[in-house]
């Protein structure tokens, strides 16, 4: 993916405004990796930022952010990242990861689409060599 000063601006600020508005942003520990995740509506991202990464902006459309970093070094990991969506009558849902690096910065981005006030529960598989953990979480997404 391209990356450019620019966008890299626009994303922080993007997770540091959903961050602080919507209090989203949540992490585990897991090993030896703290794991911080975030779900929040698409159009939270601005046309720009959502071009950039490919994420189509839409009032049905969720990202899901991961990033992972060494929880003693709080370095960014590369890892190799999938998991599902689960909605309450059962449906699954896989989701597509999409590394994005942005300097010293690693996230994956995924899109899960919803209806107003549908309610997720995230299984998400996170290794890197032997280090094999799992993330759950969930998150009920609501039609602005």
């Known amino acids: 993916m391209k990356t450019s000063g620019y966008s890299a601006l626009l994303f922080g600020l993007f997770?540091?405004?959903?961050?602080?508005?919507?209090?989203a942003e949540q992490m585990k520990q897991l090993g030896?990796?703290?794991?911080?995740y975030m779900a929040l509506p698409?159009?939270?991202l601005t046309p720009e930022v959502a071009v950039e990464y490919g994420i189509q902006r839409s009032k049905f459309n969720?990202?899901?952010?991961?990033?992972v970093l060494d929880s003693k070094t709080q370095q960014?990991?590369?890892?190799a990242i999938s998991g599902?969506?689960?909605?309450?009558f059962g449906r699954q849902r896989q989701l597509e990861f999409n590394q994005v690096t942005e300097g010293d910065a690693v996230y994956y981005l995924a899109t899960v689409p919803y209806?107003?006030?549908?309610l997720y529960n995230f299984t998400i598989n996170v290794g890197q060599g032997?280090?094999?953990?799992?993330?759950?979480?969930?998150?009920?997404?609501?039609?602005?």
């Open 62 to 67: 969720g990202v899901i952010n991961i990033s």
């Open 76 to 79: 960014a990991q590369q890892v």
């Open 32 to 36: 030896n990796w703290d794991v911080h």
């Open 42 to 44: 698409a159009t939270f």
């Open 130 to 144: 032997e280090q094999q953990q799992q993330l759950t979480f969930s998150h009920t997404f609501f039609v602005d």
């Open 15 to 23: 997770t540091l405004l959903a961050s602080a508005q919507l209090s």
């Open 84 to 88: 599902i969506a689960k909605d309450l």
């Open 115 to 118: 209806q107003n006030e549908q």
